[in-house]
């Protein structure tokens, strides 16, 4: 995947985001036209600038953009609804990306927004007979990769339990977070048993909000920031992917998982390395997640996540800040929204913005998310 | 007065079969060209690997070993399991070498690693049927098999 001479370069111009909770007197129009109006406004723009709009959500059913946008007020242009599970949002901004990119359109918009059902979440995303059989609970399918990742690296719940407590002492510095007090290691591992080994503070909780953003191939400020790159991977033949119900393949594994292959397209993609990058919001819906996907997408050997996260490498003050927004495990995980608000909290590192949690001066961020089908997306950001 | 007599009925046609001595096997495609081996059985006559048609149908001994397991303490969401809360399911890597997903019938406990042979139990009941389906046990276990 080489650049192309003709394509344009696409920059984040402007961003907004709703506080992350539970808010059953919102609707999803009414948070979602919020965060459009703001991010019109954070990016100075009007309304009808706009040429285009990407919307991601999971549980909104039809026309789910169409209703958000028709609180804005309707100009004519296309809006396309998009679902990918937990990576939509990052799928909405690869297809407005892709639009400025290759030159169809100048200003566009990526929106997300979700309303959370109540409890744990009601998947589609398996055959009717795993349905039957209750293998679509996502903490139990990140419970096996957990037992899996155990066995063959030492990791201990612990090393878990470590992950929560940096991330819920990062989203103590976010006032957009639906979690906004630090735990204690204690407190994670006597927390209650879900699915073993994760207990309750392993799980990252659900929130309702939304979160826009204006692309243009035309910035006016010098806020904006450069999408350096914006990669889906939808799926490897042979990879096991416990969340979308999927067994390796004993004969046929592949040589690349997907999202050793989403973060390898992106890296090449943006002219940059694992080495380059400041600041990553990694995929932590559940907490020992956090650590192999560090691990896959480059930025450490196997097996040495637990390590480094022991010594400070992962923390605000770090080498590589990790979930400086708190991740899914303090902001919540509204998950059509979940991947454009990890895209926001980059956007406001790399401009300085991000108050109590700003990480010293960087200029290359990395965004991953995670979506059952599955789907792996890969977004690359630069000052 | 008729008595209505119970009736088994497993949770989807086609995953396992019986053979005549009573011992149950689970159902599967085999892909003649490149050696892939899928389960359950697939209907379609396409290879996921090679992108080739030479499936045929196999039948798997219904013995393997467990790669990972995890206990459910909640009841999941969505309504679609009417099972018994908490339960024990996993990986179970079987010995013609695919990868299944199984509910496992945890006692004695089992671990990762250890050898386990497949049996038909009761998974809910449903007015007048008992809804059936595979479960993968310790090989010295003593549950028996109802199917």
């Given at each position: 995947?080489?650049?192309?001479?003709?394509?344009?370069?696409?920059?984040?111009?402007?961003?907004?985001?709703?506080?992350?909770?539970?808010?059953?007197n919102?609707?999803?129009?009414?948070?979602?036209?919020a965060?459009?109006?703001?991010?019109l406004?954070?990016?100075?723009?009007?309304?009808?600038?706009?040429?285009?709009?990407?919307?991601?959500?999971?549980?909104?059913?039809t026309?789910?953009?169409?209703?958000?946008?028709?609180?804005?007020?309707?100009?004519?242009?296309?809006?396309?609804?998009?679902?990918?599970?937990?990576?939509?949002?990052?799928?909405?901004?690869?297809?407005?990306?892709?639009?400025?990119?290759l030159g169809?359109?100048?200003?566009?918009?990526?929106?997300?927004?979700?309303?959370?059902?109540?409890g744990?979440?009601?998947?589609?995303?398996?055959?009717?007979?795993?349905?039957?059989?209750g293998?679509?609970?996502q903490?139990?399918?990140?419970?096996?990769e957990?037992?899996?990742?155990?066995?063959?690296?030492?990791?201990?719940?612990?090393?878990?339990?470590?992950?929560?407590?940096?991330?819920?002492?990062?989203?103590?510095?976010?006032p957009?977070?639906?979690?906004?007090?630090?735990?204690?290691?204690?407190?994670?591992?006597?927390?209650?048993?879900?699915a073993?080994?994760?207990?309750?503070?392993?799980?990252?909780?659900l929130?309702?909000?939304?979160?826009?953003?204006?692309?243009?191939?035309?910035?006016?400020?010098?806020?904006?920031?450069?999408?350096?790159?914006?990669?889906?991977?939808?799926?490897?033949?042979?990879?096991?992917?416990?969340?979308?119900?999927?067994?390796?393949?004993?004969?046929?594994?592949?040589?690349?998982?997907?999202?050793?292959?989403?973060?390898?397209?992106?890296?090449?993609?943006?002219?940059?390395?694992?080495?380059d990058?400041?600041?990553?919001?990694?995929?932590?819906?559940?907490?020992p997640?956090?650590?192999?996907?560090?691990?896959k997408?480059?930025?450490?050997?196997?097996?040495t996540?637990?390590?480094?996260?022991?010594?400070?490498?992962?923390?605000?003050?770090?080498?590589?800040?990790?979930?400086?927004?708190?991740?899914?495990?303090?902001r919540?995980?509204?998950?059509?929204?979940?991947?454009?608000?990890?895209i926001?909290?980059?956007?406001?590192?790399?401009?300085?913005?991000?108050?109590?949690?700003?990480?010293?001066?960087?200029?290359?961020?990395?965004?991953?998310a995670?979506?059952?089908?599955?789907?792996?997306?890969?977004?690359i950001?630069?000052r | 007065?008729?008595?209505?007599?119970?009736?088994?009925?497993?949770?989807?046609?086609?995953?396992w079969?019986?053979?005549a001595?009573?011992?149950?096997y689970?159902?599967?495609?085999?892909?003649?060209?490149?050696?892939?081996v899928?389960f359950?059985?697939?209907?379609l006559?396409?290879?996921?690997?090679?992108?080739?048609e030479?499936?045929?149908?196999?039948?798997?001994?219904?013995?393997g070993?467990v790669?990972?397991?995890?206990?459910?303490?909640?009841?999941?969401?969505?309504?679609f399991?009417?099972?018994?809360?908490?339960?024990?399911?996993?990986?179970?890597?079987?010995d013609?070498?695919?990868?299944?997903?199984?509910?496992l019938?945890d006692d004695?406990?089992?671990?990762?690693?250890?050898r386990?042979?497949?049996?038909?139990v009761?998974?809910?009941?449903?007015?007048?049927?008992?809804?059936?389906?595979?479960?993968?046990?310790?090989?010295?276990?003593?549950?028996?098999?109802?199917?």
């Amino acid at each position: 995947m080489s650049q192309n001479a003709k394509w344009k370069d696409v920059y984040v111009q402007g961003a907004s985001t709703t506080k992350w909770g539970f808010f059953p007197n919102d609707s999803t129009s009414s948070m979602g036209s919020a965060a459009i109006v703001d991010a019109l406004k954070d990016a100075q723009i009007k309304w009808g600038k706009v040429e285009a709009v990407f919307a991601g959500s999971v549980y909104q059913g039809t026309a789910s953009g169409h209703r958000v946008v028709g609180e804005i007020g309707f100009t004519g242009i296309p809006i396309v609804n998009v679902e990918s599970a937990c990576s939509s949002g990052a799928t909405a901004f690869r297809l407005a990306y892709d639009s400025i990119r290759l030159g169809q359109y100048e200003t566009v918009l990526a929106i997300g927004f979700e309303k959370m059902p109540r409890g744990p979440i009601p998947s589609t995303a398996f055959p009717s007979w795993q349905l039957a059989m209750g293998f679509n609970v996502q903490p139990a399918n990140y419970a096996l990769e957990t037992m899996e990742y155990m066995h063959q690296y030492g990791a201990t719940v612990e090393d878990f339990a470590r992950v929560s407590v940096k991330n819920r002492r990062n989203g103590s510095l976010n006032p957009n977070a639906r979690f906004q007090k630090a735990v204690s290691t204690e407190e994670v591992l006597q927390s209650a048993m879900i699915a073993s080994p994760l207990r309750l503070l392993n799980c990252c909780p659900l929130a309702d909000g939304a979160v826009a953003m204006v692309l243009t191939s035309k910035p006016e400020s010098n806020r904006a920031i450069r999408v350096a790159s914006s990669v889906l991977v939808s799926g490897v033949y042979g990879e096991e992917s416990y969340q979308s119900g999927i067994t390796a393949s004993v004969h046929h594994y592949p040589s690349k998982g997907i999202v050793e292959k989403s973060a390898r397209e992106a890296f090449e993609s943006a002219g940059y390395g694992p080495e380059d990058i400041d600041i990553v919001q990694a995929y932590d819906s559940m907490g020992p997640g956090e650590l192999w996907d560090i691990e896959k997408l480059g930025f450490c050997a196997r097996g040495t996540a637990p390590e480094l996260l022991r010594e400070g490498v992962f923390d605000l003050t770090g080498s590589l800040p990790v979930n400086t927004d708190g991740g899914l495990l303090s902001r919540g995980h509204p998950l059509g929204a979940t991947a454009l608000a990890q895209i926001h909290e980059i956007v406001s590192q790399l401009r300085g913005e991000a108050g109590q949690r700003q990480v010293a001066n960087p200029k290359l961020g990395l965004a991953h998310a995670m979506g059952a089908g599955p789907n792996s997306a890969v977004t690359i950001l630069q000052r | 007065m008729m008595k209505i007599e119970r009736k088994a009925i497993p949770v989807m046609e086609g995953l396992w079969k019986v053979e005549a001595d009573g011992k149950p096997y689970l159902i599967g495609s085999r892909c003649e060209a490149c050696g892939e081996v899928f389960f359950p059985r697939k209907k379609l006559n396409f290879c996921m690997q090679c992108h080739e048609e030479y499936l045929e149908e196999i039948q798997f001994s219904g013995e393997g070993r467990v790669l990972a397991l995890t206990k459910v303490e909640r009841q999941p969401a969505g309504g679609f399991y009417k099972g018994a809360v908490p339960y024990t399911y996993g990986i179970v890597q079987l010995d013609e070498g695919v990868n299944i997903c199984s509910q496992l019938v945890d006692d004695p406990v089992l671990s990762v690693g250890e050898r386990v042979k497949m049996v038909v139990v009761k998974l809910y009941e449903e007015e007048n049927n008992d809804v059936m389906t595979f479960k993968f046990t310790a090989e010295n276990s003593l549950v028996r098999g109802e199917g």
